[in-house]
C-alpha cells in the first residue's frame, strides 16, 4: 500500500516539476513542495517499518521541513 503511494505521489510531484520547467510558471511550485513532503513521510514510514530508524528519522525531518516550505509558499502567494 505504501509504495503505491509513493509512486503515485512520485509522479505527482514530476508531473508539477515537469509542467514548471517547460512553461517557466512557477505558481504551483509550493503543491508540488508539499506532494514532495507526502512522498517523503510516506518513505520515513516505509523506512520505519523496515527498522531503519535513522533513514525514517531523515525523511520525517524532510517533509516537515517541506511542509514547512510550502505553507510559506500556500501563506506568500
Known sequence: M?????YVLSVVVILFAAYGLITQNFKYSHIMMFFFGLTMLVMGLEEFRKERIAYGWLFVVVFLFSLFVSIQGFLLS
Open 2 to 6: 505504501l509504495k503505491i503511494l509513493r
